[in-house]
């Protein structure tokens, strides 16, 4: 064997030993730089290959290549593991435990009230209502004349107003105002719509009013709308909002703007009609206010009451959510307590 063969493999056990012995990542570099660099060890034999008689270039040539591609495996092996060793430590200097579980992160939830609306939206628009939009802030005439209260009429006292600095602009104390606008924006065209929105009243707040709250309103005007159509669409409401089979029944009422005016409840979804604490012992549970759509109201909204009729009616949203998950008291949906906001819905 050649000398310089000979130094190739002595240069060859040296740096492998020199390798085993890097503990760092600065100690692995300095160790390529011995080595392999332009200027290391390794290097400058390889160069040394024109000193060699001819015939014995090749063989050489060929080792000298084995053990390059030989060491820069083995000082990547090397890095790999100073690598994590170094992390190791890092970590364990830290006090870091990395297989600790993660916190669980909160998760939003929809608000209740919003859940509840978005099943009364889904369950009329299947029945072809459109939902209407009309506004929070209305005039006395809207939310009250044309809805056929005259003024000083005692059932404005049912719906006590919170008043703006602007006279006769009010917060609407329900979404009956609604009613006109989608009148006066379809006449003479047949109507199909719910209007869901905030309403407000200057009412004591108890369990079972707040100030702010929320209603549905539907209203269908047409050529041959009877108080069967209305019979039909509550049922079908109730039977998708608390179960198939739900029974309905309607009491006599009075609102200024239908004509007849019903309340209608649903049979207790706890009890079944038997009786119960959620249903306070009568069997049923109140949804909403409906009625067949009062003459005045029609001609004040742009329809010939000889020609047409309608029906409408209205619902507390938060009223639904109580009845559906036995919630006792409206307070607690704008009281933002995340035991009762994660416990609906
Ligand atoms: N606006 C009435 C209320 O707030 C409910 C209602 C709407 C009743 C439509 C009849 C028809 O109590």
Known sequence: ?????????????????????????????????????????????????????????????????????????????????????????????????????????????????????????????????????????????????????????????????????????????????????????????????ILPGKCYRNEDVTARSEMMFYQVEGLVVGRNVTFSDLKGVLLNYANQMYGEGRKIRFRKSYFPFTEPSVEVDVDCILCGGEGCRVCKYTGWLEILGAGMVHPVVLRNGGYDPAEFSGFAFGMGIERQAMNKYSIDDIRYFYENDARFLERVG
């Open 1 to 193: 064997m050649s000398n310089l063969l000979q130094e190739l493999e002595q240069l060859y056990q040296d740096a492998s030993a020199a390798l085993d012995g890097c503990q760092t990542l600065e100690e692995t570099e300095a160790w390529h730089a011995a080595y392999l660099g332009r200027k290391g060890a390794v290097t400058a034999i390889v160069r040394g290959v024109g000193q060699l008689p001819r015939e014995e270039r090749p063989a050489f040539g060929k080792r000298a290549n084995e053990i390059k591609v030989t060491l820069e495996a083995a000082l990547r092996g090397r890095q790999e593991r100073v690598a994590l060793a170094e992390m190791e430590q890092a970590l364990s200097a830290e006090g870091i435990d990395v297989t600790l579980p993660g916190r669980p992160q909160q998760i939003g939830k929809l608000h209740p009230t919003t859940v509840a609306l978005r099943e009364i939206v889904d369950i009329f628009t299947q029945m072809g209502f459109e939902v209407f939009d009309a506004r929070e802030v209305e005039t006395d005439e809207l939310n009250f004349e044309l809805l056929n209260f005259p003024p000083g009429h005692p059932a404005r006292e049912m719906q006590d107003s919170f008043y703006t600095d602007t006279e006769d602009v009010i917060l609407r104390t329900h979404t009956s105002p609604g009613q006109i606008h989608a009148m006066r924006k379809y006449a003479p065209e047949p109507i199909r719509v």
